[in-house]
């Protein structure tokens, strides 16, 4: 079978792939273009999708009876592509969860942080030289211990965000998700978005992306924000109605913004790049050697598997 990776990856994982399988590697690290798309299904068994590689119905409807049977893609999100039209027509899919969890939290943290203590914005006035010295009033920010948190889906990433929160920083958490969860820390469920919203000083976002949480956070969620209160997206970017955020920034709504996902990725509106307020990171969540190593190897685990006959480690099921 003959197994295409669409993006460069870890040497490790590379090295693996080439003694295991006939592998083809794409050398761009740009998303898939539509003729790409078409050809990943009549030129390959099996193709490794990542981010930004839209195998949406209209390309499934272009290739009816592909030769390629597994989309193992590199990733735990796959919103980007569409599993009941690929099962449809008899393509299965993998992904790659557990092995982003603690890296995406880490990341998190890090735009809490850099977001409520003003860090970027410090370091950008250092590095322009405008610096005039430390004084009693300079770039007061949120003291982050202690703080409400509220988490928008309490799934693994929102657990290993909660539980840094509580554990390193005293932080009383609340949550919304579609069900209770038993949880080895106290936290406290939310009735809706804006009484979660209502009552935090910090949210982060961790739901998965699709239809069903598309601009699940809009105008009405912002506008029950405390006024001092930041938002931390690692989701995926079009969670957030990204114009309502931008109206709620400039308005004063709420404090600040870290983002390390976009709308329209890879496109950062200008709006948000003027804003001192708001920290943005280039989709940097799993952006650590041994974690992308870690996700190749269960890309090729479950292509292992699917080569050998045996059940998938990792099947994504059409309902999600």
Not at 265 to 279: G, R, S
Request: net charge negative; aromatic share 6%.
């Amino acid at each position: 079978m003959k197994l295409w990776l669409t993006r460069p990856l870890p040497p490790e994982v590379e090295a693996r792939a080439e003694a295991e399988f006939d592998v083809e590697k794409r050398v761009s690290t740009a998303p898939l273009s539509a003729d790409e798309l078409r050809r990943a299904l009549t030129d390959y068994d099996i193709v490794m999708p990542t981010l930004g590689d839209r195998f949406q119905p209209d390309v499934f409807a272009h290739v009816p009876a592909p030769r390629c049977r597994l989309l193992a893609n590199f990733g735990v999100g796959y919103n980007h592509i569409d599993v009941a039209a690929a099962r449809a027509v008899g393509v299965t899919v993998t992904n790659t969860p557990g092995a982003v969890t603690d890296a995406t939290a880490d990341i998190a943290m890090t735009l809490i942080l850099m977001t409520a203590r003003r860090a970027g914005e410090g370091e950008r006035m250092v590095r322009a030289g405008a610096w005039e010295g430390w004084h009693p009033t300079q770039m007061l920010g949120l003291h982050v211990t202690g703080r409400k948190l509220g988490i928008v889906g309490m799934g693994r990433i929102g657990q290993a965000i909660a539980r840094r929160c509580h554990y390193g920083f005293g932080m009383d958490v609340r949550y919304v998700s579609r069900s209770e969860k038993a949880l080895g820390f106290p936290a406290t469920r939310c009735d809706s978005l804006t009484d979660l919203a209502a009552s935090c000083d910090i949210v982060a976002v961790a739901v998965p992306g699709g239809a069903e949480t598309h601009h699940l956070l809009g105008a009405d969620f912002f506008s029950a924000m405390q006024r001092h209160a930041i938002l931390v997206n690692i989701a995926r970017g079009d969670v957030i109605d990204e114009a309502a955020l931008i109206s709620a920034l400039q308005d004063g709504q709420i404090a600040g913004a870290g983002l390390d996902v976009y709308e329209f990725e890879p496109v950062v509106p200008e709006a948000l790049k003027a804003m001192e307020n708001v920290t943005l990171l280039p989709h940097l969540g799993t952006a650590a050697l041994n974690v992308r190593t870690d996700m190749g190897m269960m890309v090729l685990d479950n292509v292992a598997a699917f080569v050998a006959g045996r059940a998938l480690p990792n099947l994504v099921n059409p309902s999600g």
